[in-house]
């Protein structure tokens, strides 16, 4: 071969590899990337929630077929899809497609315990830009957080209590509970529970329950004190134990608990309830019904009760009974005495209580009973009747004064009955008539007080015993009585025998308040009214108190019976009693108080026995007043006032007040300042009255010339009574203090025969509640200032004679009061000297004298200017004329000159000495203690002023 032929051949072979590799090449450029990479389709994972990576199950691991060529047969990324997924995939070896999923941020399996997603692989595309990338499909991914034991169990309460009984082992006394904030089964659970305090009779179990492993003793132990601690199923203990106190409850016995012995009530506070905290314990039992009776004790009080302790005859005015009420047994005074020998009741806070005792009765005056017995008529009375006996016990009896022993009507108590006499019938017809009336009743002979009214309207009678009505058991008929013209004695606490001249059938017990009146009979309003009390048990059953109860009140209120099946209703109800007493001035002391209670089970019968509740309330002393008059105490006005028909004002600017005083702690902390005490504050308050005495000081009223007079239909209008004698005037009757004032501006003082009269004292004095409080005694006087003149005083001794020389005498001014001047007179024949010498001595004298107690009059007045009072006093002497005779020796008119020039003198100091004359020094006991007066004001200016300058003899 030749070299050309040599060269060429490697060429051609050169060119044909280079063709292949091409070919080879294009084939396999074309065969790149063919596959999608691929992934199971389903993975669970698990993930500790303070680890990151998770463990799947099978393990990611994404295969490619384009395996193994470079770029296309890896894998490059996996590719989460998903909101908020809180984890990354990422690949670990591309070649193998392995790869594996963690956290981003830190999980919590109490927030979340599992999570699903879908994850995709993708490889590595043609080349190393990642052009043409493959997608596997989308594969599911579950993955569970699990728990880290990272809490503590904690109780569900702060503490525990429990009452076990003595005695007893109860499957389980408490239970105690413990919770675990983590999420897992795991250690979330509690599975057991400890007692850490030692040495103590009690365990607990793995749920929480605790019970004595031996029987309690409550003498030994009263209480105990555990402290339990709680674990988790992953043995995690409690950060803090729990305490747990047991209380010992000794052997039940069936009681009332929770109430006061001693409950204190405060006058005027209202509505007080008595058992506020009171409850039942009956021992577990099961019952059916309970009963209970709670009872006021009074009858100590008053007349059963505290009542208001007016008169009778003002409580039937106040209850609104018809007027003309006649009262049988009124307190003694000056215009009703005859009740003054009866024994009274003291110890009943001035309650008006007579007591009889076997031996005792009043006759009332003729004329006090004026009951029209053809009329209806009622008779009411307050009786407390001693031991029964088998005698006839009267009560009032209207019989025979004389001759005869005929018992006209009468209330009489005979074997424990109640029986009322009345043989008058209107008509005098001669056949038989009801006579008799009988009511056989338990509280005739109960030796508690009761009150008794009798509707008479004939032939029927109504007899209400404490407001309930009663019909007689038996009515005994007879003739009535022949008409005579025998008078009738009405006798109280025993009946008079006429024929005999002496009482029989006598009273024992106390009696009160008996009144009788004819024309209307009472309605049951205002028996009711006469006989509520003041005090006793409420039970406001309002908001459902009471409910499916039974409740029931006596009329006095002082028994209350109460029945139900709820034991907590009833409690409720009990709890809601309180004691009322509405009086301003309640009686203080103690009122007992007591509950029976019964209680029965399922069987109807008694299975529980409750004790009694026995206490008291103790009413507090209250605040008593203080009743102040005061006014114009002094005044004098002229005769002409007194002898006028209006008379004189004796009372014209009286005040009554009526005053408390509390105590009032100073300010500051007396616990730690030990000197603050209290102070006394003293308060006004308004209250009523129900009588003021007007009472003459000195000589008793002459009613032929003075009396004491009022505008008895102003007193109507108010309610109010009036009664007057010799002694003076009594104002009776309820009303307010500024309606005793109205009234006693009203009273006048008249006197029409003055010439002898200088004076008049008089003293007042208010009550209220029977006596019960009493103000101060305020005393008035009045003076008479006299105008001297011949027309108005006619004697033959002031007379002007014509022989008495002319004498001209001036007088200076007596407070603003002019004398008049003398008449002339002319001369007197020497026969007649000496008598006219004493004559006009004495009259001399009694004029000076009349001056000086014009004077003193006029000072006292001027104090009561001063004082703020004003004070109306009139001097009128326009018609006062002085004569003087000049027919005197010259001893007796050196004599008399003297004195009267030591009069002026000590008239113009403002002084007075005890004897300025001899006639003075006997003057009355009643001026030298005006003097006294006078010389004790010595400092006040002199209003009245004697000048005898000028008068000549």
Not at 614 to 623: A, F, K, N, S, T
Not at 804 to 831: C, E, I, K, T
Request: proline letters at 5%.
């Amino acid at each position: 071969m030749s070299p050309g032929k040599q060269c060429a051949a490697p060429t051609l072979v050169a060119w044909r590899l280079m063709l292949l590799a091409g070919l080879m090449c294009g084939i396999w450029a074309g065969r790149v990337n063919k596959h999608k990479p691929y992934i199971k389709t389903t993975y669970h994972g698990i993930v500790t929630e303070n680890d990151s990576t998770v463990l799947l199950d099978p393990p990611l691991i994404a295969v490619d077929k384009d395996a193994p060529l470079r770029y296309a047969g890896e894998i490059c990324e996996f590719k989460i899809h998903g909101q908020n997924v809180p984890f990354e995939a990422m690949v670990v070896d591309k070649s193998t497609g392995e790869g594996l999923i963690r956290s981003k941020e830190k999980l919590d399996c109490e927030l979340q315990k599992d999570y699903t997603f879908t994850i995709q692989a993708l490889d590595c595309g043609k080349g190393p830009d990642g052009a043409n990338t493959k997608k596997s499909h989308k594969a599911t991914v579950h993955i569970q957080v699990n728990d880290v034991n990272e809490y503590a169990p904690v109780f569900k309460e702060k503490s525990y209590k429990a009452t076990v009984s003595e005695g007893k082992k109860p499957d389980s006394i408490l239970k105690v509970e413990a919770v675990d904030a983590d999420c897992s089964p795991q250690f979330s659970q509690i599975c057991s529970y400890e007692i850490v305090t030692p040495d103590v009779p009690f365990t607990i179990d793995n749920d929480g329950y605790i019970k004595n492993t031996e029987k309690l003793d409550y003498g030994k132990d009263r209480q105990y004190k555990l402290a339990v601690t709680a674990y988790d199923c992953g043995k995690k203990r409690t950060t803090e134990d729990v305490l747990v106190k047991i209380y010992i409850k000794p052997t039940c016995k069936p009681r009332w608990q929770g109430w006061s012995k001693r409950i204190e009530y405060e006058p005027g506070t209202g509505s007080l309830m008595l058992f506020p905290n009171i409850h039942l314990d009956t021992c577990d039992e099961p019952i059916t019904s309970i009963q209970a009776k709670v009872e006021l004790e009074t009858n100590h009080i008053g007349k059963g009760c505290d009542r208001d302790t007016y008169s009778e005859k003002s409580m039937h005015r106040l209850c609104g009974a018809s007027s003309g009420t006649v009262d049988l047994l009124p307190p003694p005074s000056s215009t009703a005495n005859w009740t003054l020998g009866l024994p009274t009741d003291n110890g009943h806070d001035s309650d008006q209580v007579f007591e009889f005792n076997g031996t005792q009765a009043v006759k009332i005056p003729d004329g006090v009973v004026t009951t029209d017995l053809e009329k209806p008529f009622v008779i009411s009375v307050w009786v407390r009747h001693g031991p029964g006996s088998r005698e006839k016990e009267t009560i009032f009896c209207s019989a025979d004064k004389t001759s005869m022993n005929r018992h006209h009507y009468s209330l009489y108590i005979h074997n424990c009955r109640l029986i009322f006499l009345f043989r008058q019938d209107p008509s005098e017809e001669r056949i038989y008539k009801p006579a008799e009336f009988h009511w056989k009743l338990d509280q005739v002979c109960d030796k508690e007080w009761h009150h008794y009214v009798l509707n008479v309207e004939f032939p029927t009678v109504a007899l209400y015993v404490d407001g309930v009505f009663y019909d007689p058991s038996t009515v005994t008929e007879d003739y009535p009585l022949h008409p005579t013209q025998i008078e009738t004695q009405f006798v109280v606490g025993a009946c008079w025998q006429g024929g005999e001249l002496r009482m029989v059938q006598f009273f024992q017990g106390s009696l009160a308040g008996l009144m009788i009146r004819s024309g209307k009979l009472e309605n049951k309003k205002v028996i009711d009214c006469l006989y509520t009390c003041k005090e006793g048990l409420d039970l406001q059953v309002a908001d459902g108190i009471g409910k499916g109860m039974k409740i029931h009140f006596n009329p006095s209120q002082s028994q209350l019976a109460l029945e139900g099946d709820d034991i907590d209703q009833f409690e409720k109800a009990v709890q809601h009693i309180s004691y009322l007493n509405s009086r301003q001035f309640p009686t203080p002391g103690i009122r007992k108080l007591k509950m029976t209670t019964t209680v029965k089970c399922f069987n109807e019968e008694t299975c529980l026995t409750v004790p009694d509740v026995d206490g008291y309330i103790m009413v507090l002393q209250p605040e008593e007043p203080k009743i102040s008059l005061s006014g114009i105490d002094h005044f004098a006005r002229a005769a002409s006032e007194f002898e006028s028909a209006s008379g004189v004002t004796l009372f014209p600017e009286l005040h009554i007040i009526s005053t408390i005083t509390r105590e009032v702690a100073s300010e500051g902390d007396g616990e730690e300042d030990p000197t603050v005490q209290e102070s006394l504050v003293s308060e006004e308050i308004m209250h009523n009255l129900d009588m003021c005495e007007v009472k003459v000081v000195g000589e008793e009223l002459n009613q032929e010339q003075e009396n004491l007079e009022v505008d008895m239909s102003q007193l109507q209008q108010k309610g109010i009574e009036m009664s007057s004698s010799s002694l003076g005037m009594i104002i009776t009757g309820v009303g307010s203090m500024t309606s005793y004032e109205e009234v006693l501006h009203l009273i006048r003082y008249r006197n029409w025969h003055t010439v002898s009269l200088f004076d008049r004292k008089f003293k007042l004095v208010c009550s209220e509640l029977n006596g019960r409080y009493v103000s101060n005694e305020f005393k008035v006087e009045v003076n008479v200032i006299h105008s001297a003149s011949p027309a108005e005083h006619p004697n033959h001794i002031v007379a002007q004679p014509q022989f008495v020389h002319p004498m001209h005498r001036s007088f200076v001014d007596l407070s603003g009061h002019n004398l008049a001047n003398p008449q002339p007179s002319s001369v007197v024949p020497s026969a007649a000297t000496i008598v006219i010498v004493v004559c006009v001595s004495f009259l001399v004298f009694m004029i000076i004298l009349g001056v000086f107690r014009i004077r003193a009059a006029h000072q006292r007045t001027m104090r009561d200017q001063d004082s703020g009072k004003e004070n109306e006093m009139d001097w009128d002497d326009s018609a006062l004329t002085i004569t003087v005779n000049p027919m005197e020796t010259y001893e007796d008119q050196h004599s008399s000159e003297e004195e009267e020039e030591e009069e002026e003198e000590e008239s113009e100091d403002g002084e007075e000495e005890d004897d300025i004359t001899s006639a003075e020094s006997e003057s009355s006991e009643e001026e030298e203690g005006e003097q006294e007066e006078d010389q004790q004001n010595v400092n006040r200016q002199q209003q009245l002023e004697w000048d005898d300058s000028t008068l000549s003899y």
